[in-house]
């Protein structure tokens, strides 16, 4: 039977823990600011994962009060505050957190190398410019594979010839 149901105490304990915890976190959330939940990069996603972790072992867990979970929420929500603010100021941390882009495809030709280091495939590539509305390689300039592992593409210069100038890569 305790597979199904154990008591109604536990039900409306998890209710209460769930409303308040959750009234809590939108609260940490609006005064950390908007780039407390961004998935710019596998930390952010990592900060997310680890929050959303967090508030739903203090709803379940009868081991965990609601002044330890929110506690727990507090450090997180801090912590990834702290580390945007240090890697807007400090080139070293901000080589630590965050990850180049990379261009995997340029003018015609898939960039090998960078693939292999990004463990990217040539069907990937193509996927993600199907996805972005070209019908094939042809109508694409570059393909660069972003921090936060999503695909951006250049379409093709319209003048024959041009040198694409993509901020932020060499080709």
Do not use: C
């Amino acid at each position: 039977m305790g597979w199904f149901f154990n008591t109604w105490s536990d039900i409306v304990r998890v209710l209460v823990l769930g409303i308040a915890g959750y009234i809590a976190l939108i609260f940490f959330l609006r005064v950390s600011g908007k780039r407390t939940l961004s998935k710019l990069n596998a930390f952010d996603f990592v900060i997310t994962v680890a929050l959303g972790s967090t508030f739903g072992s203090f709803i379940l867990s009868k081991d965990i009060s609601l002044s330890e979970g929110l506690t727990g929420l507090a450090v997180l929500i801090w912590l990834q505050h702290m580390i945007s603010w240090l890697t807007v100021r400090s080139d070293f941390i901000k080589g630590v957190v965050r990850g180049e882009p990379t261009l995997v495809y340029y003018n015609g030709e898939y960039l090998k190398d960078a693939m292999k280091r990004s463990r990217v495939v040539e069907s990937e590539i193509e996927q993600s410019v199907r996805n972005e509305g070209h019908a094939n390689l042809e109508d694409v300039g570059a393909v660069i594979l972003e921090t936060d592992g999503s695909f951006s593409i250049i379409g093709r210069s319209e003048k024959e010839g041009k040198e694409l100038n993509i901020a932020g890569l060499k080709a």
